[in-house]
């Protein structure tokens, strides 16, 4: 499922009310991905999205793990929230599932699964969620760039040190290749999924903004 398609899920509602339109996309990105589990395997995925709008409303949702990382003046603001077993556990519960850390020494659901949102993962929907939690982050000029991965990257580098790590880059495609290799280099054993958007860019006209829309467009080089 391409970040088009989950755009195309939200319409027409998005511009009146853009959370909830950002949650069914998610709900009906989650039912495709079971109808297709023959075709694409029982598992599952968690995944993070950001939406600019106008180049000053910043819509950011998420289910599982996958983050994003706002840096403000070199300070890093994380405006996700990490779905874990434990702190869901209740809900888990509700829907007839357990959090158990055995196997392993961590969490999981049912002893499987170590995160309580996810897209697919048929055979533990019923004890999961794949509703995103959605924020909407204003950007003001002290915004440099914001951060979305996958936990691949997280879980060998705190918010602040992949801030830092790149916070000299300016090309946001290097960016993402920095801490990419930079996971790698310190042993990272999950996948890595990394986007970076500089909102530098929104100056030098990188990014422009569609007058009869209002959306923004990021122009690669």
């Known amino acids: 499922m391409t970040t088009r ?3 195309q899920k939200m319409k ?10 950002v949650k069914r996309a998610y709900s009906k990105t989650d ?3 079971l109808e297709m589990s ?7 995925s968690t995944a993070v999205t950001a939406i600019l709008v106008n180049c000053h409303k910043l819509i950011v949702a998420n289910i599982g793990d996958s983050r994003a990382v706002l840096c403000k003046k070199g300070v890093a603001k994380q405006l996700s929230v990490d779905h874990e077993p434990t702190t869901e556990h209740e809900d888990i519960k509700n ?22 949102r996810a897209f697919g993962d048929r055979s533990l929907k019923k004890h999961l969620s794949s509703e995103p939690f959605v924020t909407v982050e ?5 915004a440099e760039f914001v951060i979305l991965a996958s936990d691949g990257l997280w879980k060998v580098m705190s918010n602040q040190e992949a801030v830092n790590c790149i916070r000299n880059i ?15 280099n310190r042993k990272s054993t999950d996948d890595i999924s990394c986007i970076v958007v500089n909102f530098s860019d929104l100056k030098t006209g990188m990014i422009d903004v569609d007058p009869a829309t209002c959306k923004c467009n990021i122009n690669f080089v």
């Open 5 to 7: 398609e989950i755009l």
């Open 12 to 21: 027409p509602d998005f511009w009146k009310e853009p959370a909830d339109a």
């Open 31 to 33: 039912s495709s991905i």
């Open 38 to 44: 023959g075709e694409l395997g029982r598992g599952g």
């Open 95 to 116: 829907r007839g599932g357990f959090v158990s850390n055995f196997p392993g020494d961590v969490p999981r659901v049912d002893g499987r699964l170590a995160v309580s």
């Open 138 to 142: 204003i950007i003001e000029d002290d």
């Open 170 to 184: 300016k090309d946001a495609r290097s960016s993402a290749k920095r801490l990419t290799e930079e996971a790698v």
